[in-house]
């Protein structure tokens, strides 16, 4: 291979670490050669920490675009009207042409959903570094790295029987180099649990949680940011819970006091530029609708409890025809969801320029949306070194 190619492998390696899951995947096929180094690079994890660090850099990595996975409707033509709630991928171009309409690549993330589940809405999902984690209200749990083609089903929780689980999480550690899945509810005599799931042990253990139980989280609005868990809670007022990955803590961060007592059409989580953002819609269906971004600064970078801070960044909009945001898909770029649920609205903050996002072959688009990126990351857990 050496002596066809003229390149040391250390320079083939770099550039390995540049292409696509599915890219990478498919040298197995070219040789004996190509198959033993695709193989080591796939178990080694310098490799695989190096490829997701190119994946997520949008600047530079010329064979990857921004993406963002969103629940989309697919409805069968069967005798009997039937459909299925699934993960669609949304691939982005630049954002650099001038055109009114996007065009986009729209792709089956084909994650393994719970037997007997026809809406996703009715599942809780997180997703960190490629892996994507499904878990019904009951004790049922899928990890899944789609790009890979792998999943797995963990083990049944210690918490099942008389339990009422309030909310899933799933994330990286990156001082134990572990992916934690935490979960946490009440039992019956409404006592406050949790416990931690670790990839690298395979095994449950219960941990602290001494947040009240009159706060529930809002459907579907989480994010994983930094090492870190957010659930936006409502209750008597409206806070954010948060799960440390490394610490295996729970604290609460309050919302801005002018937030309160808003009256909003939507309120959910999302990322900017590496910080929990905060993305509310005052106002009632039917008339234009305005999305206010705050971001969550101390908070991000460690300082923990009341003392974090929030930042109001902008007004988006107001716009017709918008139903809720789906959230930023890179630093410039805001999606929307249409008012008619089938398409989607690119918003630049910096241009101020509207665009649609053509996504054909999707029968409805739901409100429920994450950045994602294609890795490597194993979902097999003790029996590989798990590092990123």
């Known amino acids: 291979m050496a002596m066809s190619f003229n390149l040391p492998e250390e320079l083939i390696k770099e550039i390995m670490s540049w292409l696509s899951p599915e890219s990478l995947v498919q040298f197995k096929c070219v040789g004996k050669y190509w198959y ?15 490829h997701l660090q190119n994946q997520n850099d949008n600047d530079n990595n010329i064979f990857s675009s921004p993406s963002i996975a969103v629940t989309s409707l697919h409805i069968y033509d069967t005798p009997v009207y039937d459909y299925k709630e699934l993960f669609a991928l949304v691939s982005l171009p630049s ?19 719970i037997p007997g589940e026809k809406d996703v809405s009715c599942l809780m999902a997180s997703h960190c570094n490629g892996v994507v984690c499904v878990a019904d209200y ?10 890979m083609k ?47 799931y ?35 809670m409502s209750g008597p007022r409206f806070m954010i819970r948060v799960f440390d990955m490394s610490d295996e ?17 939507w309120m959910s989580l999302g990322v900017r530029n590496d ?13 234009p609708v305005g999305i206010d971004v705050w ?12 003392s974090c801070s929030w930042k109001h960044e902008m007004t988006i909009g107001p716009f017709e025809g918008i139903d809720c945001p789906l959230g930023f898909w890179n630093g410039e770029e805001f999606l929307m969801r249409a008012a008619n649920f089938k398409e989607i609205v690119s918003y630049n903050v910096r241009t101020r320029k509207r665009r649609n996002v053509k996504v054909g072959g999707l029968d409805g688009i739901g409100c429920r949306a994450f950045s994602y990126v294609k890795s490597l990351v194993s979902v097999q857990g003790k029996k590989q070194d798990l590092q990123i």
């Open 95 to 113: 954002s650099s042409t001038q055109n009114d309409d996007i065009s986009c690549v729209v792709e089956d993330l084909d994650i393994p959903i």
């Open 249 to 265: 803590v729970f604290y609460s961060v309050p919302l801005p006091d002018s937030l309160q007592s808003m009256q909003s059409q």
């Open 295 to 306: 971001v969550m600064k101390e908070c991000a970078t460690g300082v923990k409890g009341s």
């Open 150 to 196: 792998n999943s797995r089903t963990l083990p049944k929780p210690n918490f099942v029987d008389r339990f009422v689980l309030q909310g899933v999480g799933f994330g990286y550690d990156p001082l134990s180099n572990d992916y934690k899945l935490v979960r946490f509810g009440r039992d019956k005599s409404l006592y406050p649990k949790a416990e931690v």
């Open 198 to 232: 670790s990839l690298k042990s395979d095994s449950w253990k219960e941990i602290g949680i001494d947040s009240g139980t009159d706060y529930f989280p809002s459907v579907h609005v989480e994010v994983s940011v930094n090492g870190a868990y957010y659930w936006l």
């Open 36 to 50: 033993a180094l695709v193989t080591n690079l796939l178990n080694d994890p310098s490799f695989v920490a190096k």
């Open 275 to 287: 910080f929990v953002a905060l993305f509310v819609c005052p106002g009632e269906k039917g008339i």
């Open 138 to 147: 009951y004790h049922n749990i899928i990890l899944s790295n789609p790009a």
